[in-house]
């Protein structure tokens, strides 16, 4: 039978257990710096163990080799390497259950390898396992115990045992920690990587400038890319391509593309030649198997002409003014794959047309698993050609990313026109009765630029400010809302041909029930309506492509 | 002088020879309307006979017409004079659109107004 100073010294020395291993416990969940943490474990283990000596070994090189992380006592291991099945270490990761050896003389497993390089003396080893559910890790050692005998005891087992599972569990916290944080840092430069190619797209012109120029990239970077920059002569020079495969390198060989193309094409102004340069250049140094399909051109804006060269791109199409459309065949090979190519030019005159060259991702794109198709993005472009150029784009990408149309790959389109810009108004407005002064002032310069007489703009003025007034009451019945006024010249009818739309985000009206009062009822709302029929050539209500709010389109022939 | 700063809208009444005179000045679209209403509407409540100057007016629209055609239909219920004066063409051609140039009398100044009575 134990006596009561027995039980009550083994109480106390439990809790001096306990102690260590919750305090470790805490060392190892609130702290990430592994290194740090292990080295402060593993002299507290030692010491409150009585051990000489104690070590941290993990399984590295895919799993192959034991390396010692940290240690204690009076020979420095970190950094040793063992073969991964190297004594009784290995054989404590291998079999994953502890190892006590009380005279290592006598045990098989212990080779002397160690104390022959460090001149120490083991005499007896205690070697837990570490693991993480069935993950191996390694293990943690402790050499020679500072005692009378100077052996390991089973409650020294268990203390190990407990210790080594949160040590474990530490180790592995902080591998994924560590990980983590290395995909965030990947993120993170995607996105600088991003920016930077952002950056190397030209800035978008008014109107009034030629060239224009959208990419909407699938993934953080993008492997297309446009350009296009004036020379000191007013020639622009442009281009477009799409760099084969997707992700960093494609991104890579795309910057190097573009700089090349900028740089080079300040000075080289054949196009068929500039290509064959760049040409040359990628494939000098292009990883295997990567290539860049480009069309690339100088388009002189004092005659309307264009030359072009297209190395392996799809054909880019010319719409006629008349609304027709042709393709620009004529092909060589894409960049970066066979040196010394040729790249033939072909010269167009632009007129009245609009050239588009755009990437198979504008093609390519699916609606119901059906793809766009050449037609498809036709169709697309009339929908939208009366419309200023830079809304235009706007429109045919907004389309291009309707609900339940699939990208699967980035979308890019270049376009070149050379028509004369008419006067237009993209115009947002809070829907509110006091942007309405704006909204006249806006409106009424523009009306005057386009050639009406003062009479008539004020006519003009009253029926869009009557469109807005309704829109504020009875669309948005006074609630937030943006109201968007566009006015142009639809020069496809007429030069004189004034077209103005005003569209709001609120619930969709029954088009039946806008009409106009009888002319004794005269509340607003009602007389608006009468105004602006009587003031309009044409007045037709529809819902927007989006299926959201509600549009208006007025019409009115210009007369000065 | 009796003017919110916040409003499009000024506006003077004087006391001339029997009937307040309104002159309003500025824009009475949608955002001025409920003010220049109130200054109309006021007018006809304290029994007077008005006439609204309207020659300081550069835009008005159909909110604005209604509450000429409120204050119009008051007075007349109260067998009160109302009438315009003064009108730019800006005013006149809204008027004539919604066929009210008849409607309203409409003088060129109070005296021609007085006069032609």
Redesign the interface.
């Known amino acids: 039978m134990k006596q009561p100073e027995d039980i009550a010294q083994q109480a106390a020395t439990l809790d001096q257990h306990l102690a260590l291993v919750a305090r470790m416990t805490q060392e190892f969940t609130t702290s990430l710096d592994i290194e740090d943490t292990l080295n402060n474990a593993i002299t507290q283990m030692m010491e409150y163990m009585h051990a000489e000596a104690a070590s941290i070994f993990l399984l590295e090189n895919d799993d192959t080799e034991l390396v010692c992380r940290t240690c204690a006592g009076p020979i420095q291991l970190t950094g040793l390497r063992l073969a991964a099945d190297h004594g009784i270490i290995g054989n404590t990761v291998k079999q994953n259950a502890v190892q006590m050896v009380l005279d290592v003389s006598t045990d098989p497993d212990f080779t002397a390898q160690v104390d022959e390089q460090t001149g120490f003396t083991t005499r007896s080893i205690l070697c837990a396992p570490l693991t993480v559910k069935d993950k191996k890790l390694g293990a943690i050692e402790l050499i020679n115990k500072k005692s009378e005998d100077g052996l390991f005891v089973g409650d020294d087992q268990h203390i190990l045992t407990a210790l080594a599972a949160s040590a474990a569990l530490a180790i592995h916290n902080a591998a994924m920690a560590s990980a983590l944080i290395e995909q965030e840092r990947i993120q993170h430069e995607l996105e600088l990587a991003r920016e930077i190619q952002s950056n190397l797209l030209p800035v978008a012109q008014a109107d009034d400038y030629p060239v224009h120029g959208y990419n909407l990239p699938m993934r953080e970077v993008s492997g297309d890319f446009y350009d296009y920059f004036t020379l000191p002569d007013g020639r622009i020079v442009f281009n477009l391509a799409d760099v084969s495969g997707k992700g960093m390198n494609a991104s890579l060989l795309m910057a190097k593309t573009s700089s090349l193309f900028h740089c080079l094409g300040k000075t080289q102004t054949s196009p068929g030649q500039l290509m064959s340069m760049i040409n040359n250049e990628v494939h000098e140094n292009s990883t295997r198997g990567m290539f860049v399909t480009m069309v690339g051109g100088i388009f002189d804006p004092a005659d309307g002409t264009i030359i072009l060269a297209n190395a392996g791109h799809q054909p880019p199409m010319l719409q006629y003014a008349e609304g027709h459309f042709e393709e620009i065949i004529g092909q060589s090979p894409p960049l970066g794959i066979v040196p010394d190519v040729e790249f033939p030019e072909t010269t167009l005159n632009l007129k009245d047309g609009t050239l588009y060259i755009y990437t198979d991702g504008v093609t390519e794109s699916q609606q119901d698993g059906k793809m766009l198709g050449e037609e498809g993005f036709q169709a697309m472009i009339t929908a939208h050609r009366d419309k200023p150029v830079t809304a235009r784009i706007t429109a045919m990408f907004e389309s291009l990313q309707r609900e339940g149309r699939e990208l699967h790959d980035d979308v890019t389109v270049l376009v070149i026109e050379n028509k004369p810009q008419a006067p237009s108004l993209s115009l947002k407005v809070p829907a509110k009765a006091n942007h309405l002064k704006q909204l006249r002032d806006k409106a009424r310069e523009v009306v005057l630029a386009a050639g009406s007489g003062k009479e008539q703009a004020d006519s003009i003025i009253l029926a869009i400010s009557e469109a807005a007034s309704n829109i504020i009451q009875h669309a948005y019945k006074d609630n937030e809302g943006d109201i968007e006024l566009n006015i142009h010249i639809d020069s496809h009818i007429s030069p004189h041909q004034l077209v103005i739309t005003l569209r709001d985000y609120a619930e969709t009206i029954d088009i039946n029930e806008i009409r106009s009062r009888a002319l004794d009822d005269v509340r607003p709302g009602g007389l608006g309506v009468h105004f602006m029929k009587q003031l309009m050539d044409n007045l037709v209500y529809t819902v927007p492509e989006d299926g959201r709010g509600n549009r208006l389109e007025m019409r009115i022939t210009i007369n000065e | 002088m009796n003017n919110n700063s916040d409003s499009?809208v000024k506006f003077e009444i004087d006391d001339e020879q029997g009937y307040l005179v309104v002159r309003f000045e500025g824009?009475i679209?949608?955002?001025g309307?409920p003010h220049a209403r109130e200054v109309i509407l006021n007018c006809i409540k304290s029994k007077r006979n008005t006439v609204i100057d309207l020659s300081a007016v550069s835009?008005i629209?159909?909110?604005g017409?209604?509450s000429l055609?409120e204050g119009y239909q008051l007075a007349k219920n109260d067998k009160l004079e109302f009438g315009l004066v003064n009108i730019s063409d800006?005013v006149l051609?809204?008027l004539q659109?919604?066929?009210?140039d008849k409607v309203f009398t409409i003088h060129a100044s109070l005296d021609e107004r007085i006069q032609a009575s």
């Open positions: 499009p824009e679209d949608l955002y309307t835009y629209d159909s909110s017409v209604a055609v800006a051609s809204v659109l919604a066929h009210l």
